[in-house]
């Protein structure tokens, strides 16, 4: 599976390349096909897909919440399903 084959570029998100910060980042989950991690760093969460070329890319940095809502689309469409309906707690 390459970066290109899964969401790009019509998931209608915008992507970033992730640039490390200080502040050491944790994976929280990764989605079943393994295309996605949901992260945090320095108190937000973030969502991780690999980039062309190595590293990765990043969307819908900021509170657990919001960045959750984004991140149970993308693993939903990636199954070819509904989102959940609730927020779960992070780790």
């Not at 290109?4 to 079943?32: K, M, N």
């Not at 945090?40 to 062309?52: D, F, K, M, T």
């Not at 984004?70 to 927020?87: E, F, K, M, R």
Request: proline share 5%; net charge negative; hydrophobic share 30%.
């Amino acid at each position: 599976m390459t970066a290109e084959s899964v969401h790009q570029p019509d998931d209608g998100l915008e992507w970033a390349p992730f640039v490390r910060q200080d502040e050491p980042y944790r994976i929280r989950a990764t989605s079943c096909c393994g295309h996605f991690e949901l992260a945090s760093q320095g108190g937000q969460y973030l969502i991780l897909r690999p980039a062309e070329g190595g590293g990765y890319d990043e969307t819908a940095r900021g509170t657990y919440s919001r960045t959750y809502v984004v991140w149970d689309t993308l693993v939903a469409a990636a199954h070819g399903s509904q989102p959940s309906t609730g927020i779960r707690k992070a780790g």
